[in-house]
């Protein structure tokens, strides 16, 4: 019984923390080029999505360096679109 409590608190634990997403597993998650995502990130470019989350810095450079995006935020932008395009997956609801 003890070893199900603990597994249960280590699960609950496990789905409520934040998980970074790095360009690669969003490339992957989305299945668009990584030019795309940049695209969509440019105000200045006329495929600028305003919806889509902007990364965050995940080092302490500033202007370069690794960024990555919240699970979360990517897991919403892609519900959000589910109004417009059949439901592709990539999201796992709890």
Known sequence: MKREIETAVMASS?????VVLRMKQVI???GVARSTIYDWMNPESPRHAQDFPLPI???AVTGRGAIGWLESDICRWIE???CAVQRV???RHA
């Open 14 to 18: 496990v789905d409520s923390r934040k």
């Open 28 to 30: 992957e998650r989305l």
């Open 57 to 59: 810095r995940l080092s």
């Open 80 to 82: 959000s679109r589910d």
């Open 89 to 91: 997956g990539g999201c």
